[in-house]
């Protein structure tokens, strides 16, 4: 799942793909081998303040129906019903959000458009975290069962909606109200939510990254091969990323070992 954010504000890539850029980018995304594109239209960065539909929606509906058009699977970054039933309309066919299921609207999208709902583990909104992967480490007990937990309860609130249980991934949300080592600790332990579903791990440039390998966003890309290949090895489905062509080799090297030859 490669990365696009039409936003000015996220964390890695704010304001990159503003303006016409960000059709190159959905070129760049395909020509690396992207199986899926995930457009987002409002920052999850820590602090983030919501951004309203209507602003949404002028900065995703364009990238959205061009990314389907050239033949992509596109994934809506949003945590708006109203925003994903009109990327849906366009085209998109996966909700992708991050406020685990605090809108069950989202569930009702995507079982109307016959599509998917990625549910990602977080704890509030983006606004309510103090900051990258600085969650307190008594905020959790077992921070891999309580985040089995809560993922299961919002899958049990889309599949109230009609949602089909195989309609719905999810995702452990590694740096959303988690510490470094929290996020660590679901990655070593991540074949435990596969039970709910196919999983996707979002470790791409993430703040839990640097505290063992240092550099800004964009100068992580080590760390983020090293988390994707754990992840896969502990069960991951999908992989969402930046770099999507660093990723691919890597997990083509890493077949090829397995392989023996």
Not at 116 to 144: A, K, N
Not at 201 to 224: H, I, M, N, Q, Y
Request: aromatic fraction near 4%; include cysteine.
């Amino acid at each position: 799942m490669g990365i696009l954010n039409v936003t000015p504000d996220s964390f890695s890539d704010g304001g990159v793909y503003l303006g016409g850029a960000w059709e190159r980018r959905i070129d760049q995304l395909l020509e690396e081998g992207a199986d899926l594109i995930d457009i987002g239209g409002e920052s999850t960065r820590p602090g983030a303040e919501p951004v309203a539909a209507e602003e949404q929606l002028t900065r995703v509906l364009e990238p959205v129906r061009v990314a389907c058009s050239r033949g992509a699977l596109v994934s809506i970054d949003t945590t708006s019903p109203l925003v994903a039933r009109e990327s849906c309309e366009a085209g998109a066919l996966v909700v992708n959000d991050v406020s685990c299921l605090a809108d069950p609207g989202l569930a009702r999208v995507a079982r109307d458009f016959n599509g998917w709902l990625l549910v990602m583990h977080s704890r509030g909104l983006m606004r309510t975290m103090r900051g990258f992967s600085t969650y307190p480490e008594e905020g959790y007990q077992d921070v891999v069962q309580e985040v089995y937990d809560e993922l299961a309860q919002a899958r049990s609130k889309a599949m109230a909606e009609g949602l089909a249980e195989d309609r719905i991934w999810v995702d452990p949300g590694l740096g959303f109200h988690k510490s470094a080592a929290q996020s660590y600790a679901l990655l070593h332990r991540l074949d435990t939510l596969t039970k709910l579903g196919p999983v996707v791990v979002g470790a791409s440039r993430k703040s839990f990254l640097a505290r063992d390998v240092g550099g800004a966003p964009t100068e992580r890309l080590g760390g983020t091969i090293a988390a994707c290949l754990a992840a896969v090895r502990q069960g991951a489905s999908v992989l969402r990323v930046h770099d999507v062509r660093a990723v691919r080799q890597a997990l083509a090297v890493e077949q090829a070992i397995l392989r023996g030859g």
